[in-house]
């Protein structure tokens, strides 16, 4: 899209907005009302935008309007060019039409059916053909620090394993959902000479249905392309099976699969067993290079010294662009995911412009591209700063909060890990609010968002979501949402939001920025925290 027509669009946009039908909080110790929030949100997710996926025109726009509020905020470039840092991608789409599934039993070849039965993933790069045993490994969790270890007594030496997600009760949240990242699940496979898995969504954790997944399943995967990056060297094939057709893997084996999704929807511990059956995979990959990047500014700091650490601001502003229809709809929006977090981060600037708080430290705005194809933008950004690592004494990230249902608590991932936590209660608690750790650490949201690279480079970081308790209706709207609107169409900018909900929490991000960047004293990790190893030697 051309320069001139973006200026038009946003002009256009600005002046016809209307306010949304929810009514805005009325208390005047809050600095927001959310409508501004809203107006940008309306912007990022508008159909021009064409869903913001990595490296597209729609995501490009998307830069060029965020820059633009960053100009009117006067937040400074702190990028490599300008604002912009840029990040090579290789993208890899699974040619189907060439690529085949088939379990081998007993001498006989049972086709699977490519969308229906299973899907390859291509976020890893897949062997032109793999043929190899199958081998039940449980929840497929080595965890050093509490000695567990699904591996024990197996031999997958030259195997695929059979996984499904999830963690048995008794491990930590957080240190599970670590171990079952890409990079730490090949760790473990290599270890054992695996050749690579086939993962079963554990019914307890189905947050997008199995038809949306397989519609979409030829979009383009991508990876980052450096050969730093490369995490999975090795991997020979990753698939994901769906669980309503996971029975025929178990057929022979003494168990069923009805047995295991029970087992596993309790997180209790699970049998480890060969498989009868063997699996053959044939894949044809399409791949080309994507060109995009992160966006860096700085609001500069007012103490001489302060001035030179950052308290950091993280949101993707990326989404997955347009995709197969959804009910005629093939723009994927992103309103909630994460035009929220996008637009608050925005906000967020225009209003620490104009307060007149003075913040000793420097507030370091990051958007950057990629998290929806593996948290990608992040990586290269944490790995590759533009400002001196050290200087980063704490990120904050915002992530699809949800601010679609009235606020009564807050989430707070990583709330244990660090005194960030203490601080967020603070914040939280001069509102009203009170704050809960993840109530399903399962999930494994604490390293599904831009966060976890922070903190796998050891900088204090959490993430916040409005809340709900456990079986209240407001945590079945939230569940309502992710199964009907999370990755799709329909998280646009027609949903209803809650422009008094996103007030308090703007206003509780904005609070907690100001006690990071005024105190003497940097966030610190908690001693018994997991990943404080990530500090030493910082």
């Known amino acids: 899209m051309r320069r001139t027509s973006l200026l038009l669009f946003f002009t256009f946009v600005f002046s016809a907005l209307a306010l949304t039908q929810q009514s805005s909080p009325s208390s005047d110790h809050l600095h927001f009302h959310g409508h501004s929030w809203w107006d940008k949100v309306k912007v990022l997710a508008d159909d021009k935008m064409e ?43 699974i040619v189907e039409s060439e690529s085949s599934l088939a379990l081998l039993r007993g001498g006989n070849r049972e086709l699977l059916r490519i969308g229906e039965d299973a899907i390859i993933s291509a976020r890893i790069m897949p062997a032109p053909h793999v043929e190899a045993g199958l081998v039940f490994v449980g929840y497929g969790l080595k965890i050093p620090e509490s000695n567990y270890d699904d591996f024990a007594g197996l031999d997958v030496k030259g195997k695929l394993v059979v996984t499904i997600s999830g963690s048995p009760t008794g491990e930590p949240g957080a240190v599970a959902s670590h171990y079952q990242t890409a990079a730490e699940r090949w760790k473990t496979l290599r270890s ?31 990876d980052l392309d450096y050969p730093e990056f490369n995490e999975t060297e090795g991997e020979q094939l990753s698939v994901y099976a769906n669980l309503a057709h996971a029975e025929q893997f178990f057929a022979g084996s003494g168990h069923t699969f009805a047995e295991i999704a029970q087992l596993a929807k309790e997180h209790k511990p699970l049998p480890r067993f060969p498989l009868t059956v063997s699996l053959e995979a044939k894949t044809k990959i399409e791949a080309t290079k994507v060109e995009s990047a992160n966006l860096v500014g700085r609001l500069a700091g007012s103490d001489p010294t302060l001035k030179n650490e950052y308290v950091v601001l993280s949101a993707h502003l990326d989404h997955v662009g347009i995709a197969e229809p959804v009910n005629g709809d093939r723009i994927y929006n992103g309103a909630m995911d994460n035009g929220s977090g996008s637009a608050l981060l925005l906000d967020m600037a225009a209003s620490l412009r104009t307060d007149p708080a003075k913040l000793r430290r420097s507030v370091l705005f990051v958007l950057v591209t990629g998290e929806e194809k593996g948290l990608l933008g992040s990586k290269y950004f944490a790995a590759h700063p533009t400002v001196p690592l050290k200087s980063m004494a704490a990120d904050i ?72 308790s456990p079986d209240s209706p407001e945590a079945k709207a939230l569940s309502e949402w992710r199964h009907t609107r999370y990755h799709a169409p329909s998280d646009d900018v027609n949903q209803p939001v809650n422009l008094d ?38």
């Open 51 to 93: 869903g913001r996926d990595t490296g597209s025109r729609g995501e490009h726009a998307a830069q060029e309007y965020t820059i633009q509020q960053f100009k009117s905020a006067n937040v400074e470039p702190a990028g490599v060019n300008g604002f912009y840092q840029p990040v090579k991608f290789v993208s890899r789409k």
């Open 192 to 222: 054992v000479g695996a050749v690579g898995m086939i993962t079963i969504m554990n019914p307890a954790l189905v947050e997008v249905p199995w038809s949306r997944i397989a519609l979409n399943r030829n979009q383009p995967a991508m």
């Open 397 to 468: 990230n915002v992530d699809m909060f949800l601010p679609i249902i009235p606020l009564k608590v807050l989430t707070v991932y990583g709330l244990a890990e660090s005194d960030l936590g203490d601080r967020i209660k603070e914040a939280a608690q001069s509102l009203g609010i009170p704050v809960q750790p993840d109530p399903q650490p399962q999930r494994n949201i604490f390293i599904r968002s831009d966060q976890y690279n922070f903190i796998r480079h050891g900088i204090p970081s959490l993430m916040v979501d409005v809340g709900a």
């Open 501 to 538: 909900t996103e007030a308090k929490y703007e206003e509780m991000i904005r609070r907690l920025v100001i006690s990071v960047a005024n105190d003497e004293h940097r966030p610190e990790w908690k001693p018994d925290s997991f990943f404080k190893r990530y500090a030493q030697g910082r």
